[in-house]
């Protein structure tokens, strides 16, 4: 069962604490992820309210908000936005393990490639086994 194109690219909103000193950390947070690869729109709709859209093999939702915390922005800490995070964690996880991509790599298109690469049928390969190739 394959992953369509479009299952790689996740559209997440996410909300920011009304509470902190930056009225409008949502506008600041689209300012900060401009530039981030893998991020393919970063939208405020409302002062605390950001809209992402970003591929998935090159970033999460994980990294995303760890970036944004290192940048002192605050996130909602209702009950329902953090039930909906860790159900975003949870899915973007298993998700990305399924892609190939160990965790704690941000970046991992390259060993996606190198994995089908492997997979594939080819002249580059030594049909023999393993201990008979040190031999010649």
Request: positive net charge; hydrophobic residues 30%.
């Amino acid at each position: 069962m394959g992953t369509r194109n479009d299952d790689r690219v996740k559209r997440r909103e996410i909300q920011f604490s009304t509470l902190h000193p930056d009225p409008r950390q949502a506008e600041t947070a689209a300012i900060i992820l401009e530039g981030v690869e893998g991020i393919l729109l970063a939208e405020a709709r409302d002062p605390v309210t950001l809209w992402v859209h970003y591929h998935i093999e090159l970033i999460c939702l994980t990294h995303v908000e760890n970036l944004l915390g290192s940048h002192g922005l605050h996130l909602d800490n209702n009950l329902l936005f953090k039930l909906r995070r860790a159900l975003a964690h949870y899915t973007e996880e298993t998700q990305r393990d399924n892609l190939g991509c160990p965790r704690g790599d941000a970046n991992c298109t390259t060993k996606v490639f190198i994995s089908s690469y492997k997979r594939r049928e080819h002249g580059c390969r030594d049909e023999r086994p393993k201990h008979w190739r040190r031999y010649l």
